[in-house]
């Protein structure tokens, strides 16, 4: 008998946080080796990524997220690692595109492989947005972050062809690491005001162990905004929806916004909605988790969709996460998930 998803009710956890939005990392691989999140030292020819094998096939990943859908998700994005790394991605997008109740299809990538072929492709297969991640317009400086000698002018060629393709809104997100490229935040607003492109500052967080994250290397959201806003005069924009993430400010002279993103300064815990789906199959419910549930067994051992429904739902409603709300001296070292493993 087939499930009626329709059926189906939102679940709330602990915290009453619904959830309504799936992040699906697609690999564990990325032909970046950025500083902050996958250090040449730890992720070298010697470190074993999933084999093919274990990751989920594209027609699990559907599978697992139309019984995400009948559980309230509403929002997709495709994350890695770098998610276009993955053959045939589009093939996946428009398998997930044609789920009724999906109503946004979202990818982060670093821009290395995003063509104008491949972004209008994408487009065609139902992707409905991008973000693009670039830490800094200095070439040297950029290629020393993604540590693989990459060119800067390449993603910003990426960008535009995301934005040719109207990958809209495209989005830019900027990982700000004091005394490695915090000198960069006005240049970079500079080169995005008034090109209908959203840059996003984003705090430099203690995601996984291998990053050496330490507090003084955080460059607050409130002084990145004040430095912007002496430049430029900035107001508060409403949020679209409880669950954003970014705090969003527009330019006064309405050349364009920028966002945001304050995990460590000023956490969001009380509001988020994310689950987390690794590339094989484990279910993470915050991006600061320490372990995951296996969701590929229940596929690969033929459990019904109602039975993954239910062990879906006791998760989420058992969720206590609030890492970012208790970060203290006794949190740095535990042994949490790379971001490279289940996306930022």
């Known amino acids: 008998m087939t499930m009626d998803y329709r059926a189906m009710l939102p679940i709330i956890d602990t915290r009453r946080r619904h959830l309504e939005d799936l992040r699906i990392s697609v690999t564990d691989r990325c032909n970046f080796r950025c500083v902050y999140c996958m250090p040449k030292a730890v992720f070298n020819s010697q470190f074993h990524f999933l084999p ?17 859908v009948s559980l309230g998700v509403r929002k997709i994005r495709f994350t890695g690692g770098e998610p276009l790394v993955r053959r045939d991605l589009d093939v996946l997008i428009r398998q997930i595109s044609e789920i009724p109740g999906v109503e946004d299809l979202a990818m982060t990538t670093n821009g290395s ?22 830490d800094a317009l200095d070439d040297e400086l950029f290629r020393r972050m993604n540590d693989v000698n990459f060119p800067v002018a390449k993603v910003l060629n990426a960008i535009e062809s995301a934005s040719s393709a109207q990958l809209d809104p495209v989005k830019v997100n900027m990982v700000v690491k004091k005394g490695l490229n915090d000198d960069a935040v006005i240049p970079m607003a500079a080169y995005f005001r008034d090109t209908g492109i959203i840059l996003r500052y984003i705090e430099f967080m203690d995601v996984g162990t291998t990053n050496g994250w330490r507090l003084e290397d955080v460059v607050p959201g409130k002084e990145i905004l004040s430095r912007i806003n002496q430049q430029w005069p900035l107001e508060p924009v409403p949020p679209t929806r409880p669950g954003d993430v ?13 966002g945001i993103i304050t995990s460590v300064t000023h956490p969001f815990c009380q509001n988020c909605t994310r689950a987390r789906l690794s590339p094989e199959g484990l279910l993470y419910t915050c991006l600061f988790g320490q372990s995951g549930t296996d969701l590929r ?27 970012s709300e208790i970060r203290s001296s006794l949190t740095p070292g535990l042994p949490k998930i790379e971001m490279s493993h289940i996306g930022g």
């Not at 067994?297 to 006791?314: H, M, P, T």
Request: net charge positive; glycine share 4%; aromatic share 8%.
């Open 246 to 258: 970014a705090t969003r400010y527009r330019y006064r002279d309405g050349k364009g916004e920028i």
């Open 297 to 323: 067994s229940l596929v690969r051992s033929q459990k019904s969709d109602q039975e993954i429904v239910s062990s879906i739902k006791a998760i989420w409603e058992n969720r206590t996460d609030h890492y």
């Open 113 to 134: 492989l995003l063509t104008k072929e491949k972004a209008l492709a994408l487009k065609s297969a139902g992707l409905r947005r991008v973000t693009v991640s670039l």
């Open 52 to 68: 093919r094998a274990e990751l989920l096939t594209f027609d699990e990943i559907t599978r697992l997220t139309r019984i995400f």
